[in-house]
C-alpha cells in the first residue's frame, strides 16, 4: 500500500509493483503509473578523460528533471 490517492475513485489502497515499475489503483484498476523504472544508463567522456553519467527523473507527477552527475 501507498500514500497516494487514486485521481479517478478517490481511493488510497494502490499496488506499487517495483519490478514492473508500475502502480495500480486496487479499487478501480486504473494504471496511475508505467514505466516507473529505466533500465538503461548512458555514460558520457569529457575534455579532461572524466566521465558523467546521463539520465532522466520522471516524477509521478510526470515533470521532468535532468540529472547529470560527474564522477
Do not use: H, P, W
Amino acid at each position: 500500500m501507498s500514500s497516494r490517492v487514486c485521481k479517478t475513485c478517490g481511493c488510497s489502497d494502490i499496488d506499487v509493483d517495483q519490478a514492473r515499475g508500475s502502480a495500480v489503483c486496487m479499487n478501480c484498476g486504473s494504471v496511475l503509473e508505467d514505466n516507473i523504472i529505466v533500465s538503461e544508463v548512458q555514460f558520457v567522456e569529457n575534455s579532461g578523460g572524466g566521465s558523467s553519467a546521463i539520465g532522466q527523473f520522471v516524477s509521478a507527477d510526470a515533470k521532468l528533471t535532468y540529472i547529470v552527475e560527474s564522477k
